[in-house]
């Protein structure tokens, strides 16, 4: 799949490169700007989650993209990024507001030079406002969007999602936010401004519970549940349970239904109640009719009855999930002698996912020939290394995973 679109990446973290991420993987071709030293992505992973010694949190958002190591506090580093910017139909964002207008990419500097530009910003609270200065981070909005008080329970109290699902959120609105403003552009020619932030993101997540929340007028806590049931605002015995080889979830499903897949006449006995007003007593009694029951047992009795239900998974469950591996969920790349495995791309394109071409595993590891095809000459590319302006590793030593690495994708 080729994407007829250049991008410049002013990234670092998750939401900004994993949009970037997105759009390469559909194959625009983006070229990430990065400190000398690398982004801060290369340099911390999360529960010391490193692959030879390359960051997990780097691997995980940064595929098929090119590096371009630079240092844009140098004087000479603004002719070099205007001359990409000219060649570039979008340029990617995440820094706080204020930080590239100092350095002279602001979003008025660049459109007065390149009108038909697509500039796409995310910040964490957005880009004007009262707080618009304050720190953006996937767990701050997950608290200040309402969603960690939602998640929680009385007896756990507020609860942090497991994942940075924000910024991940938050990465797929950005990327829909270019592409939107892209096919603009094909049809008029005309440039745009995309404006995202984290916090919206968080409360983009909530539509629906929200939405529930102020239609039924709903008062104080939200976290007025018990230990079973999965949100506050659905009926037992949707939730979670424990079984005798882990826990199964269970949807929406016919309280008739489930009483007589699990033979139940304690369950029988309680079909016509109401089951959001009287939940807890509901889901109490779902509870205690699948303690001490194998996930195969009851897999079978509900798949025979139409109950909607899942096995709680781990991630090494996942691995071996046969749809998972049927979808091609994971993708591979090498990392020195070891290898990586990926999060794949989340679609399929006529029946393909999108494969993994490259990996910029060192910094600057494209440096030469992003500025080449600038039209920059070699010996201009050699003193601009020289005097540190940008990190440019020689042939051989750049870091780049190429395609011939790459595990195909399947296309199923």
């Not at 000219?86 to 990617?92: F, L, M, R, W």
């Not at 207008?101 to 979003?107: K, P």
């Not at 020195?336 to 996912?353: C, K, M, N």
């Amino acid at each position: 799949m080729k994407l007829a679109m250049r991008v410049i990446s002013f990234c670092h973290y998750l939401q900004g490169p994993a949009a970037t991420q997105y759009l390469a993987d559909m194959g625009a071709d983006v070229v990430k700007i990065e400190p000398l030293g690398g982004a801060f992505e290369r340099r911390w992973s999360g529960g010391d989650s490193y692959v030879e010694g390359v960051s997990a949190f780097m691997l995980s958002a940064n595929r098929n993209k090119r590096s371009l190591a630079i240092d844009l506090k140098n004087p000479e580093a603004r002719e070099v990024m205007l001359r990409l910017i000219d060649g570039a139909d979008v340029i990617v964002e995440n820094f706080r507001p204020g930080v590239l207008d100092r350095l002279g990419f602001g979003y008025e500097a660049i459109r007065a030079r390149r009108p038909d530009i697509i500039y796409a910003s995310a910040t964490g609270l957005g880009a004007d406002g009262p707080d618009a200065g304050r720190p953006g981070q996937d767990l701050l909005m997950q608290a200040r969007s309402g969603l960690v008080a939602a998640t929680g329970s009385r007896e756990a109290g507020p609860t942090i999602v497991g994942a940075a699902v924000v910024d991940q959120h938050g990465a797929a609105l950005l990327a829909m936010g270019v592409l939107a403003a892209f096919v603009r552009k094909l049809q008029t020619g005309e440039g745009t401004r995309v404006e995202a932030s984290l916090f919206q993101a968080g409360v983009d997540l909530q539509s629906e519970a929200i939405t529930k929340y102020f239609a039924r007028r709903a008062e104080g806590d939200v976290m007025s549940r018990g230990p079973n049931v999965g949100s506050w605002y659905h009926d037992a015995p949707y939730g979670a349970y424990a079984i005798a080889d882990g826990h199964v979830v269970l949807s929406m499903n016919d309280p008739g239904k489930l009483a007589q897949a699990l033979d139940s006449e304690a369950l029988r006995a309680l079909v016509e109640i109401d089951r959001y007003a009287e939940r807890e007593r509901y889901a109490a009694a779902v509870a205690r009719e699948l303690a001490g029951r194998t996930f195969a047992d009851l897999s079978a009795r509900f798949d025979a009855h139409g109950i909607w239900h899942e096995r709680v998974q781990s991630y090494d469950d996942l691995v071996q999930d046969r749809q998972a591996q049927h979808l091609g969920v994971f993708t591979h790349c090498r990392v020195g002698d070891s290898e990586a495995r990926l999060v794949a791309h989340p679609l399929r394109y006529d029946g393909a996912v999108p494969g993994l071409r490259t990996m910029p595993l060192e910094p600057g590891c494209d440096s030469r020939e992003i500025l080449a095809e600038a039209g920059f000459r070699a010996d201009e590319i050699e003193r601009l290394a020289a005097q540190g302006v940008i990190r440019a590793p020689v042939s051989g030593e750049a870091g780049q995973m190429s395609a011939n690495q790459e595990e195909k994708a399947s296309s199923r």
